[in-house]
């Protein structure tokens, strides 16, 4: 089911034209059988010739491929929403709305409107088997002004100067997937509840010396790094992989987003996670993902009311 592709426009002669798009997205949404997006129905799906059109005969409702994704109630063609797909899980850094919109060839209004809903749709990919072998976990600070965003350790520890600044913390299995989670602080049961959700017990857990993480040792095999002390690798204790995460994070919101509001940084985080999840992989497989978590909607209303996280 994998679309095969390694540049844009092999994406684009793939999905010539609108008929291609909504038989893939029908693909991969029917992919464990057909169902009724209003009543879940699954016995009774009929076609229609133009090969859009469903109707459920438990409901009698009809419906398109498009009804309970983010794509419903969009005026934009599904073959823009494929090479926004393609442009967002392609570009290492993330890409912003005024260029996404130059691209698509849509307002770019439209297009960071378009950049939510699929960043939404990378969320839900977050939970599957629990992290193992070595895991770096590691937190990092993001707002504020560009110039003071470089991790300070000493502010952290501190408590000090972290006002206006929301936290992110991220998991990373060496040589696997990411976690990553915007979080109220940085005390020991909020970091260490997030460790025992998501990574398996006994695993090797590398973090830095911060008071957070103490007591790990009794779940994980821990081990810490002194970075107020300047020692940044004992052997194979190290967090350089986790920290390159967020270095690339930084990059794509320092440079390409500019800024990240406290209630978007989930989803900027779950943007980043999924492209690094998929990073040795083929353009195909992130795109695929996004494709079969498209499932939900995010409103313009949903997205620019309730500043409160
Ligand atoms: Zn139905």
Redesign the pocket.
């Known amino acids: 089911m994998i679309p095969q592709f390694k540049s844009l426009t092999e994406m684009t002669a793939r999905f010539p034209d609108e008929q291609s798009c909504i038989d893939h997205l029908t693909e991969v949404r029917w992919r464990d059988g057909k169902f009724?997006?209003?009543?879940?129905?699954f016995e009774k799906i009929y076609t229609f010739k133009d090969n859009r059109t469903h109707k459920?005969?438990?409901?009698?409702?009809k419906?398109s491929i498009k009804v309970g994704t983010i794509f419903e109630d969009s005026k934009v063609p599904l073959q823009k929403w494929f090479v926004a797909i393609y442009l967002i899980t392609a570009h290492k850094k993330g890409i912003s709305s005024v260029q996404l919109g130059k691209d698509v060839g849509v307002t770019q209004k439209t297009a960071w409107f378009m950049n939510h809903r699929l960043r939404e749709a990378t969320k839900t990919e977050a939970f599957k088997q629990p992290l193992k072998n070595t895991v770096e976990v590691d937190e990092t600070y993001v707002g504020g002004k560009a110039r003071n965003m470089h991790k300070d350790k000493r502010e952290r520890l501190g408590g000090r100067g972290t006002v206006g600044k929301e936290i992110a913390v991220a998991m990373v299995e060496r040589g696997g997937d990411v976690r990553t989670f915007h979080v109220q602080n940085t005390q020991r049961p909020t970091l260490q509840n997030l460790v025992k959700a998501n990574v398996a017990l006994g695993t090797a857990v590398n973090t830095d010396e911060h008071a957070g993480y103490q007591g790990l040792g009794a779940f994980y095999v821990h081990g810490s790094v002194n970075h107020v002390g300047g020692t940044y690798a004992i052997g194979n204790v190290h967090t350089n992989t986790v920290e390159g995460f967020f270095s690339i994070f930084k990059r794509g919101i320092f440079g390409i987003y500019h800024q990240v509001s406290k209630k978007h940084l989930q989803r900027y985080l779950d943007e980043f996670s999924l492209r690094y999840n998929h990073r040795a992989e083929d353009n195909g497989a992130a795109f695929l993902s996004l494709l079969m978590n498209c499932n939900g909607r995010l409103t313009y209303k949903g997205l620019i009311a309730d500043d409160t996280v």
């Not at 459920?56 to 409702?61: E, N, S």
């Open positions: 009724c997006p209003h009543c879940g129905g459920c005969g438990d409901c009698r409702l419906f």
